[in-house]
T-cell receptor, first 115, second 109 residues
Framework: DVKVTQSSRYLVKRTGEKVFLECVQDMDHENMFWYRQDPGLGLRLIYFSYDVKMKEKGDIPEGYSVSREKKERFSLILESASTNQTSMYLC??????????????FGEGSRLTVL | RKEVEQDPGPFNVPEGATVAFNCTYSNSASQSFFWYRQDCRKEPKLLMSVYSSGNEDGRFTAQLNRASQYISLLIRDSKLSDSATYLCVVNPPGTALIFGKGTTLSVSS
């Protein structure tokens, strides 16, 4: 089975802190994604990556950056966390398609609270 | 017009009922369509892909109407375990999958 592992299930940070959310997948997938999910707003794409060192902005990239130095790892960085970044963050990976046309496999999510 | 629209529900049905969810999408060039299921406090998981000819998987039937830019999911003989949020997902060309906000189903005994 494909496994997507997110490093932290629950985090509490203070406003202004730098936050790293790590995601690792074990199936050699080319595509990796970061979404956030909020009540009433659904899943919104922050960034995605087709390959190592490549990244593309999604719908809501402001306040976030990403890093993909290795194929299996895709990190989401909040340079200076703000309270409006309190959310559930979901990492996903997929094998085929230039932009996720294949099945997405999600991690269990990281619930971030910014105080 | 929003890219992918779903009725948020909730749909509250008794066990054994048949329930249908609808979804519309705005980009007529979209090529791939899916239904994902998300249980409470869990990650979304693929339920089924949606093909032009329609497809069935046990009690679940998915239909696509390209002319009307409309996707549906029919669940027959609802079970308690079907309670979840169902996400309509569309793949427009040149971009990542777009998720609808989801339709919540609650099946009661």
């Amino acid at each position: 089975d494909v496994k997507v592992t997110q490093s932290s299930r629950y985090l509490v940070k203070r406003t202004g802190e730098k936050v790293f959310l790590e995601c690792v997948q074990d199936m050699d997938h080319e595509n990796m994604f970061w979404y956030r999910q909020d009540p009433g707003l659904g899943l919104r794409l922050i960034y995605f990556s087709y390959d190592v060192k490549m990244k593309e902005k999604g719908d809501i990239p402001e306040g976030y950056s990403v890093s993909r130095e290795k194929k299996e790892r895709f990190s989401l960085i909040l340079e200076s966390a703000s309270t409006n970044q309190t959310s559930m963050y979901l990492c996903a990976s997929s094998l085929i398609g230039s932009a996720g046309g294949g099945e997405l496999f999600f991690g269990e999510g990281s619930r971030l609270t910014v105080l | 017009r929003k890219e992918v629209e779903q009725d948020p529900g909730p749909f509250n049905v008794p066990e054994g009922a048949t329930v249908a969810f609808n979804c519309t999408y705005s980009n007529s060039a979209s090529q791939s369509f899916f239904w994902y299921r998300q249980d409470c406090r869990k990650e979304p998981k693929l339920l089924m892909s949606v093909y032009s000819s329609g497809n069935e998987d046990g009690r679940f039937t998915a239909q696509l109407n390209r002319a009307s830019q409309y996707i549906s999911l029919l669940i027959r003989d609802s079970k308690l375990s079907d309670s979840a949020t169902y996400l309509c997902v569309v793949n427009p060309p040149g971009t990542a999958l777009i998720f609808g906000k989801g339709t919540t189903l609650s099946v009661s005994s």
